[in-house]
């Protein structure tokens, strides 16, 4: 897993990585964190963003609005992952027209939410990444379940509906 975080606030970056870290390493997994100061640090990778397959994103940075950066994640990506994080609860609701995983606050608990995040993104990764390899006329091909629509079946012919 690709995992960006993108906070102008080095403390925030460092226990969100930590949380990551502990998390990945406890259940033995493999992945990648990159770290960004800015939302201009971020937006500047422009389709380099697709690499990452979860952004942990703060909304109130100092030269940039989280917000702002969500919206570029969008018009690139429906398939990235967001997961909002900030010390006020007021921007809950825009998270959602963003279709946020999560919003998390930057407290006590910010460690278990992490992980419960972590949980939440392997879940809805997993399910996308199901993949069926079958034998048609034109050779092997490779397809992810989730473009499935339904097989057909006539005649002792199965007819892939994808």
């Known amino acids: 897993m690709n995992i960006a975080i993108c906070d102008d606030e080095k403390i925030f970056i460092e226990r969100i990585n930590d949380g990551i870290t502990g998390y990945f390493r406890k ?11 800015s939302g201009e640090d971020f937006i500047a990778l422009g389709e380099n963003v697709l690499e990452f397959n979860l952004v942990f994103l703060d909304i109130c940075m100092e030269n940039s609005n989280g917000l702002e950066v969500a919206k570029f994640i969008r018009q690139q990506s429906k398939d990235i992952l967001i997961v909002f994080v900030s010390a006020f609860i007021d921007y809950s609701v825009q998270g959602y027209h963003f279709d946020a995983l999560r919003y998390i606050l930057k407290d006590a608990m910010l ?3 992490i992980e419960e995040s972590l949980d939440a993104a392997l879940s809805r990764i997993e399910h996308k990444n199901i993949y069926i390899e079958e034998e048609f006329n034109e050779g092997k091909r490779k397809f992810a379940l989730c473009n499935l629509y339904y097989i057909e079946c006539i005649k002792h012919w199965l007819y892939f509906h994808i």
């Open 111 to 113: 460690g278990r939410a």
């Open 27 to 37: 259940n033995d997994m493999d992945y990648t964190v990159t770290s960004f100061t």
